[in-house]
């Protein structure tokens, strides 16, 4: 049941919406807190310098990819209808087994 759970919540669309919001909300506030603090570079988790003004404007343009396209956020794309010969060659794909995937352990 856990698994179940955890795929649910990984394809809802509220959880792409969410995890959207932190990332674009994070990255607004580390370059705005950096240029009140009067720098213009910040340290990331690895320790390269992050430039602010950079840090903003990709912050902004992640919560207006957000905010513009909210409807369309986490539509899935409609598949195309395959011509027999590409149907052919995706089922035969689908039934390759390759030696590593046969392999059992000793």
Known sequence: MGTRLVKKVLSSIWFGRLFLL?????LLMGGLGTLLAGGLHYLNYWGGA?????????????LGVLVFKWRTLNERLPTKKM??????????????RFPIDDFRKW
């Open 22 to 26: 932190l990332i674009g909300l994070s």
């Open 50 to 62: 992050v430039f602010a003004p950079f840090a903003i404007a990709l912050g902004l343009f992640v």
């Open 83 to 96: 011509s027999s010969k590409a149907a052919r060659l995706a089922r035969k794909a689908e039934r390759t």
